[in-house]
């Protein structure tokens, strides 16, 4: 059963390493993110989840905990791993690291310094349809009796004209249901967000926040908006539910 769920944005700039000189303006967005960790971390959970997009084509890959996740690829040299990695390294896991979005979620656990429930990865497709991503929530909620979730992803990449997708006048409108949505803990609201619509206005976030949807349909949680600003031109959403 789900008990608590954190969201939080995906972007590797909310790592300072990786920000560099731009590392104060996500200031806000990082200490709303780890007060969203902490409410996961108040709900003991028996589980921890970490859920996030990726471009990949598999609908949904899974990571065990330990599995690395680095942002060499963004220029710096940093490693992280999901969840604690153990003391021996012949005895971690070994393969392809975590997507960027797990490697955002396994450096915000070491920053708020986890060690509570064992952690797993599950990252899904972008454009996974609503009807495979509601019964993949069901599922994660049922893989133990308390489950906690920290589900990553971004609004619209398109909210200025130095947006990554450029502007786009639907992208405000779009990131302000969404983010009311998951302010209010409104599964209903995220389950019918549109696919083609989120699609074109660049959000990774959809699919995770419908396999939320999925995964919160009983669970009676309340939710609490903590931060919402569009730096960069990109949406970004810290929440809490509980």
């Given at each position: 059963?789900?008990?608590a769920?954190?969201l ?17 303006e ?5 200490a709303a ?17 970490v ?17 690395p996740?680095?942002?060499?690829r963004?220029g710096?040299a940093?490693d992280?791993t999901l ?8 005895d971690?896991?070994?393969g ?10 396994a ?6 310094e ?6 797993e990865g599950?990252?899904?497709a972008?454009r996974?349809p609503?009807?495979r991503?509601?019964?993949?929530g069901?599922?994660?909620a049922?893989a133990?009796p308390?489950?906690a979730l920290?589900v990553?992803?971004d ?13 786009d006048?639907?992208?405000?409108a779009?990131?302000?249901a969404a983010?009311?949505a998951?302010?209010?803990a409104d599964?209903?609201?995220l ?8 699609a074109?206005?660049l959000?990774s ?6 396999v939320?949807?999925g995964?919160?349909?009983d ?15 990109v ?7 509980s």
């Amino acid at each position: 059963m789900l008990v608590a769920a954190a969201l939080c944005p995906c972007p590797p700039l909310l790592v300072p390493e990786v920000a560099a000189g731009a590392a104060p303006e996500l200031e806000p967005v990082r200490a709303a993110c780890v007060d969203a960790v902490g409410v996961l971390a108040a709900a003991r959970p028996d589980r921890l989840i970490v859920l996030g997009p990726d471009r990949a084509e598999a609908d949904a890959a899974r990571y065990p905990q330990g599995a690395p996740g680095t942002f060499r690829r963004f220029g710096v040299a940093l490693d992280v791993t999901l969840g604690p990695a153990g003391p021996a390294p012949e005895d971690r896991p070994t393969g392809p690291g975590v997507p960027a979005s797990l490697a955002v979620g396994a450096w915000l656990l070491s920053r708020t310094e986890w060690s509570g429930a064992p952690v797993e990865g599950v990252a899904v497709a972008e454009r996974l349809p609503r009807d495979r991503c509601l019964p993949l929530g069901r599922e994660l909620a049922g893989a133990a009796p308390r489950v906690a979730l920290l589900v990553m992803g971004d609004g619209s990449a398109r909210r200025s004209v130095k947006a990554p997708g450029y502007f786009d006048e639907r992208a405000e409108a779009f990131d302000a249901a969404a983010f009311g949505a998951l302010g209010a803990a409104d599964t209903a609201a995220l389950a019918a967000l549109d696919e083609e619509l989120a699609a074109a206005l660049l959000v990774s976030g959809r699919a995770s926040w419908q396999v939320l949807a999925g995964a919160a349909e009983d669970a009676g949680l309340r939710g609490r908006l903590l931060r919402e600003e569009a730096p960069y031109g990109v949406g970004y959403a810290v929440a809490a539910w509980s």
